[in-house]
């Protein structure tokens, strides 16, 4: 037993989200300069723990782990992350994740990526952030589908048009699907895996955009195809947070005069809207 440390990177949005086969799914998009990091000071002798600035869904979580272990409660949990609340950019997952490693790195458990799947989705719909590498994953139940590895470089230049999604009640809203918008579900699914088996960044993006252009049904973004058409204008694709509020044009990252490329789309999404760009590499 010792003071336990965890981490966890968060996303920007998803690259696609949808049903295929009346399964709940989405694949991630894993930004590793978004980060959660939990530290864990554990109280064998205490019945509850405790956080600073607590947080609910992170304390159940941790519950719940130390009940599987048959563990004591005590113990006091702090996490500190850039990662915003509220955008789709898997804040909370992210909290979940980290406080399970540093609780489990406290007490040396045999803990699995599986298990930390189980444990957050008991809390909640969960990103599949748990994963290092991009996955296909049911956000519902908390399992694996599909891995695809690391995605080929890329420059993501990104915008948060403001407010806030609760996830939580988001995912309880029926969404209204046509068929042709399963079928193009299938579509990007197919996409991306050939995209990551051949490396070829415009397939990868080309399944992005698709996932996003359905998404515009569900949860719709200011000005999408005006950003649509920048995308096409720099052979990229266009990226959302199917649940939350920011949207992105997604960069091969071997494009040649990168620096002035990314400048020159900064600006010219700052010219469609005035909210602050976000760039992340």
Known sequence: MRIGKGSCHGTFGELVQ???????????????????????????????????????????????LMQQFDLPLGGSLDIRSNIPSGKG??????????????????????ITKEMISSIAAQVEPTDGVMYDEVVAYDYIHGELIEGFGTLPSFHLVGIDFGGEVDTVQFNHIEKEYKQQDHAIFIQAYELIREGFGRRDFSLISKATTLSARVNQKILPKPFFYE??????????????????????????????????????????????????ILTLF
Do not use: C, W
């Open 18 to 64: 949808g049903i295929i086969d009346e399964k709940h799914f989405l694949i991630t998009f894993p930004i590793p300069n978004l980060k959660s990091e939990a530290v864990f000071i554990p109280n064998p002798r205490g019945s509850e723990m405790t956080m600073g600035d607590p947080k609910v869904k992170v304390l159940k979580a941790g519950k719940l």
């Open 89 to 110: 950019m898997a804040s909370s997952s992210a909290d979940i994740v980290a406080a399970i490693r540093a609780i489990a790195d406290s007490y040396s458990l045999p």
């Open 227 to 276: 950003f649509e058409k920048l995308a096409q204008d720099y052979q990229g694709g266009i990226v959302v947070a199917h649940s939350g509020t920011v949207m992105g044009i997604l960069l091969d990252g071997n494009l040649p005069n990168q620096n002035e490329v990314i400048s020159d789309l900064s600006r010219q999404m700052s010219d469609i809207v005035k909210n602050p």
